[in-house]
Structure formats: structure tokens, C-alpha cells
């Protein structure tokens, strides 16, 4: 899977550093001593996979539910083919939605094409933040659904094994 | 329970972590606290699971190989079945149940489109049902943002 853009230090990288940064004061030496790397190589490397969006952020990965966000709603929206563009973005900045897509629609079963990932302490903010986003898609939304998530039934997150 | 300084951690840095030889040090003095503070702060935030992890989030799609969405619409008394052969395959990373006609959803990764369209047709002949494929055709970005 990593073999098409990153050479084998990289790789190496990505193995030591997907689990989270070692939490001691010269973080990024450290990776480099179990990897018999120079630190500046290291830090070097990473700078340039941040710079090329392999990494997209270094920092918290906060656990939402732990943080009281209890309810996700996957929130799918029949937006007008020549205005999804526009209107994705807008909708991808609100400081709530944690992801979103254009995805195919699969007609008659299923009418829509953008989809928003949204938040909230309960299904009532949820809404609330859904209405929000209908404000602002407009008469451009021909319709829309809430999708609650009831059970995880599986969730390994997407790890590499070199 | 967190206090305003985990608050304070947990809302500044959920992304911009320098890259440099101190950089705990770094981000301890723009949030006005010790190094160690920091560090040993970020110890108990990841041990009472408030964080899940703490490091650079990568993006698998900038690696290579494809990601798909994908949807079946399965009956009630056979959900526990399908759930397991789907989940038994490894390239599925996520499932979710949804209250929705559609209600099982899950995201698959793989090396190639090839193999990405033998994964899919395979969970379609092991469950006997159709998968609605959703690949991702744009993406409106996204900066994860929770307020602690």
C-alpha cells in the first residue's frame, strides 16, 4: 500500500511514528535512534510528507465521545450536480462538520450526493447543526437524511504493515 | 476529569506540533506551561483515553493504493451473519450499523482499484447481497476541530 510514493526510509517512518510520537522531550531523535537514522533525516522526511499531505497534521487525536460528542449523524444531501462544488466547500468549513464528501448517487435507491459528517452532544444538536446546513445549501437541496450510527461493528482504522 | 490546561492542550494542538528538537518545549511555552507539565499531561490525557493517540495523522490516499465507502441493505435476521463475513475480510476498516434502509456501511481499503472491485464483489457473493459502492468523488476539507 505505501510502495507507489514513499521509498523505505519513509516507510519505516510511517511504521514507527502511525502509533503516536514517543512522549519525551527530543520526540523525533528518538524515532530516529530505533531506526538507526540521523534526527535531522527524520525531521527532514517529515517535513516534506507534511509538506505533500502524507501527513496531515501532527498533534491530538482526540477521542469525540470521550469528549461528550455522543451523537454522529451522517448527514446525506440531493444537491443540485452544478452547485455541489461550491456549496461542498462552504459546507466542509462549518466548524462542525468533521468530513465531507461528493459521492455518487445510486438512483432510484438512494438520491444523493454529498455528504457531511456531523457532531454533536445529542441527536437534538445534531439536528439543530443539519438545519444549519440546509440553510445554507438552499434551494439547491432537493432533500436529506439523517443517518444515526446504532452499533460499531468493526473498527480497526486503517494501519500500514509495510 | 480535565481541568482548563487539558482543555487548553486538547483545543491547541490537534494539529501544528512543531517538527524540531524540543518540541514539547515549543508547544509547552505557547500554552504558558513547563515542558514536563506538557508531557506528563498528554500521559494521563492518552491513559484516560480523552486522547487516542497523540502524532502526525497520516492520509492513506497520499500513499497509495484506494478507499471506498460502501453500503448493503441487510435483513434484520440475518445481521449478525453478514457482519461477520464482512468483517472477517481484513481490508474492511470500519463498519458501522445505521438506522437507515442501508444499514450496514463500511469503508474499505486496498492496494489497487483492482483489488478493491474483487473485494467488493466478493463480500456481494459471500453475502448474497448487492454493495452499494460510494467512492469518494471530491473532497471538501476538513480540519478536525472538536472543542474540549
Known sequence: MLHDTLDATDRAIVLATQEGLPLAPRPYHAVAESLGLAPEEVMGRMEKLLAAGVIRRIGAVPNHYALGYKANGMTVWDVDDARVSELGRRVGALDFVSHSYRRPRHLPQWPYNLFAMVHGKDRTEVEEKARAIAVLLGDACRGHEILYSSRILKKTGLRFGG | ?148
Not at chain 2, 506538557?38 to 494521563?44: G, N
Not at chain 2, 493517540?53 to 434484520?76: I, K, Q
Not at chain 2, 481490508?91 to 450499523?97: I, P
Open chain 2, 1 to 148: 476529569m480535565m481541568d482548563d490546561t487539558d482543555r487548553a492542550i486538547v483545543n491547541a494542538l490537534q494539529g501544528g506540533f512543531p517538527i524540531c528538537d524540543r518540541p514539547y518545549a515549543e508547544a509547552a511555552a505557547r500554552l504558558g506551561i513547563a515542558e514536563e507539565e506538557l508531557i506528563a499531561r498528554l500521559e494521563r490525557l492518552l491513559a484516560e483515553k480523552v486522547l487516542t493517540r497523540f502524532g502526525p495523522l497520516y492520509n492513506a490516499e497520499r500513499m497509495g493504493g484506494a478507499f471506498t465507502l460502501a453500503a448493503m441493505s441487510v435483513p434484520e435476521e440475518d445481521f449478525e451473519r453478514v457482519a461477520e463475513a464482512v468483517n472477517a475480510l481484513p481490508q474492511v476498516a470500519h463498519n458501522y450499523r445505521r438506522e437507515h434502509a442501508l444499514n450496514m456501511w463500511f469503508v474499505v481499503a486496498t492496494d489497487s482499484r483492482e483489488a478493491m472491485d474483487a473485494v467488493l464483489r466478493e463480500i456481494a457473493e459471500r453475502t448474497g447481497l448487492e454493495v452499494f459502492n460510494f467512492p469518494k468523488e471530491e473532497e471538501f476539507f476538513l480540519e478536525l476541530k472538536f472543542a474540549a
